[in-house]
């Protein structure tokens, strides 16, 4: 059986050919057959010898008729049998299903196909949800999980939500947010509202909802939107990303560092800013041991304490630094506290480099050295030294004087360097910098990208305009020296994309080992610019001396080919793979074929650009590209096929004719011609020298008795729990003043009076009083009784009855209420006017 990793290697070497099939169950077929190949040969084996042991086994037994009727074999299986065929040969390795999976995620629409992978197959449902759910661009994906009416519209979860949800709405949420490594929030696209945020805050049933979040990319504009990034930081975080538009947020971004750095240890930070970097910016930082990119687009971050920092990081393998609208002193003041090395350290570790880009040649090669008289070289002129030595990428915007002053003072050995600048650059410092990469970064130096910055993009968009002037601006290579190290060279400028013939023989010259090539594959070349400098037939250098070059990128002006470059093999490519030639011009599509085949008789792809909304599109070059690509797989079959057949002609040597003795021969003139053959000779040796060193590391832990009295402390407390009663007695006798009113006395006497002398007279005399007088007399009376008992009696009998109500549930008190309130009832009725 085959091990593991044999197994994946052969399943990865059929994911190149993937992207070209022309459906994914014809790719999942092919690698599902290049897995099932060694299971099924183990399998056909063991099943054929037990076929051999049944058929020895009958053979013994004597013939039986059977009485059975024989059926004919059904075409009918079961799906169970289908199943467990197919399950073992695709998923029984999981970093195979891994490497499929990642394969169709890159294809166009990746993630759609993902998605039905996952909802068609229950075997491919967990490997897929874990792919397509690993990076997300926004967070729309995780509202949509919500219930629909949680929110204000299901179709656009965005918007927010139209109440909180519960605790169990949170259970969709916690299951993919398991399989989510990155995340991107931008405040600018308005596609998420902010207000999603402090209902996360309030309602989350746990403390981070993406738990093992390794990537976050937050872009916001107020110091508010910065601070709903604490949803997200948990203690896995290895990559963040900060980008803020406003001002006002150098409180907060402190605040959220300190705590940051407290709690995780990143192996990633970006920070863009429009203000200042935080005062503590620097120690929060430099305890970041094991940080290895830092990103900073803030003005301040070209300070010396920032460089110190930069240059005490042990881990730190990329540095991106913005030097736009710096002065030159402040660009030279990043080095200021940096210690100074010797400017050779960062040639001293191309040769260790070198040692990794051993083809092997030179391998078997036997050295004769000893390890005593080199230990002290190896150690010290070949390792590197010095603050930047970990640096091997290093991203730069600004002028190119500023860039060249930057990488004047820096020491370390660049593999990757990405230039932003201003373009078009003048030409002395372009002169400059060219110069100056080839001779501190020549032997070290892989990849390098020059790009435009936003302010030099600004020409790009009138250029698409009627009233666009040709550019004047020329980037040329003619400053390049030797980079022996260079693999990928692009470029991307809107002013400077017009290229020569001289830059294209320097740039085969200098850099013999490129293998990716792009010269402003985007330029636009409008009729009333006219075409591009740079013809097809220029570019028969770079076939020539590149012999690694795979991928080509550039425009250039497609016409007939000279017979000497199509005479010469020379200058065919057997590596040229992708060819992508953007605006080109063409003129003949039948030449133009026929010297591509020649130049890259196995090209795979060729491409332009065919879009009619595109701004540059010239109808008429489109459709000569589209000839030229159906009629260069033939040319290319075609020239294949005659240098295979002028390798395999045989051309036998001259055959002499015998002749008899005694016969007389004919004089032959015979001529004696040779042609001396010097091949070019190229010597080149590497110094494969392992670096070694000794070191010896003595560990002795630290012990520590500590000893802890685990002896509770009592304290004895007593609380008198008695209740103090205190006897109160209240005197409720109210004061009472007796006062007699003889209301009636001349009504009386007058009646009296008259009774007397009616009596004595012994005749009876009629009393007559008005009516007015009987009413009013009555009424006075009535009226005075009427407020003694409002004013007076009331406010003093009320009161004394509800203290003698009391009164009967506390013994303590007197009852001397009910007397005294019996003699104010007496003498209130005995104050009454009869009639």
Known sequence: MPSSTSRVSNVVSTLNPLRRRPSLAESIRSVASSLSIGSNSSAHSSADKDKEKSKSKSSTKPKQ??????????????????????????????????????????????????????????AFQEPALDVLWRELDSLVPILALFPPVLLKKPKKPGLGFSKSPSEGDWDKILQYGMRVRRVKYDDTSKAVSSSIFPIFDETRPVDYILPNLQQLVWKVETSAGLDYCRLFLNTKLENLSLEILGGGHSKTLGTMLADITNRMNLRSLSLVLPTTLPDSFVGLVSAQTGLRKLVLMAPGAVSPAVGRMAASLPELKSLQLDLTHRKLATVEGFFDQVPRTDQSSGQSLSSEESIDRDSGVYSGEEQDFSFTETREKLNGHLKATGPFASIRHLHLTGDASHIHVFLKRFSGPLVQLD????????????????????????????????????????????????????????????????????????????????????????????????????????????????????????????????????????????????????????????????????????????????????????????????????????????????KVQDTLPHLQSVRLAERETAKSVYIPPPIVPKTEIGVQTLGVKTINQGVLVRPEMTEQSIQAVVEMASQSIEVHPELLSVS???????????????????????????????????????????????????????????????????????T???????????????????????????????????????????????????????K
């Not at 998923?91 to 068609?120: D, F, H, W």
């Not at 002037?469 to 040329?476: A, D, F, K, V």
């Not at 400053?479 to 990928?488: H, K, Q, T, V």
Request: hydrophobic fraction near 40%; aromatic fraction near 8%; charged fraction near 20%.
């Open 65 to 122: 008729k059977s009485s059975k009727i024989t059926r004919s074999p059904s075409y009918y299986r079961p799906y169970s049998v289908y199943s467990q065929i197919m399950f073992p040969a695709v998923l029984r390795e999981p970093e195979v299903t891994k490497k499929i999976l990642e394969a169709i995620l890159e294809s166009p629409n990746g993630k759609r196909s993902i998605s039905r992978l996952a909802r068609t197959c229950k």
């Open 419 to 626: 230039l932003v600048i201003e373009d078009p650059p003048e030409t002395s410092d372009w002169k400059e910098l060219s110069q100056l990469l080839s001779e501190h970064f020549g032997r070290s130096l892989q990849a390098l990208t020059i790009s435009a910055t936003g302010s030099s993009r600004f020409s790009d968009l009138i250029r698409s305009t009627s009233r666009a002037e040709p550019p004047t601006g020329r980037l040329s290579f003619e400053y390049f020296g030797s980079l022996p190290a260079l693999n990928r060279l692009e470029i991307d400028l809107p002013e400077s994309f017009q290229f020569t013939e001289n830059d294209i023989r320097t740039l085969a010259s200098s850099c013999p080992y490129l293998e990716e090539l792009k010269l402003c594959p985007l330029a636009r070349f409008p009729v009333q610019a006219g075409p591009p400098k740079l013809s097809l037939d220029a570019l028969a250098p770079l076939m020539a001396n590149c012999r690694r070059l795979h991928t080509l990128s550039v425009a250039v002006n497609a016409r007939r080919a000279s017979p000497e470059i199509l005479a010469q093999r020379a200058f065919s490519s057997s590596s040229l793979r992708r060819l992508h030639v953007g605006h080109s011009w063409i003129h003949d599509f039948v030449h133009v074929a026929i010297l591509i085949s020649h130049l890259a008789p196995h090209l795979d792809s060729l491409k332009w650009f065919h879009e009619k909304n595109r701004p540059g599109f010239i109808e008429s070059n489109a459709r000569g590209w589209e």
């Open 708 to 778: 802890i009295d685990a002896t509770p402390h009592t304290v004895e407390a007593s609380v008198d729990a008695s209740i103090s009663v205190r006897e109160q007695s209240i005197s409720a006798q109210p004061e009472v003043m007796s006062e007699s009113v003889n209301a009636s006395e001349n009504v009386t006497k007058s009646v009296e009076t008259t009774l007397s002398a009616s009596k004595t007279n012994g005749q009876k005399k009629s009393i007559v009083l008005s009516p007015f007088q009987a009413f009013l007399i009555p």
């Open 780 to 834: 006075f009376f009535g009226l005075i009784s009427l407020a003694y008992r409002i004013f007076i009696g009331y406010p003093i009998a009320i009161p004394f009855r509800i203290i003698h109500a009391i009164s009967h549930r506390l013994p303590i008190v007197g009852r001397y209420v009910g007397s005294s309130s019996q003699d104010a009832d007496i003498s209130m009725e005995s104050s009454q006017v009869r």
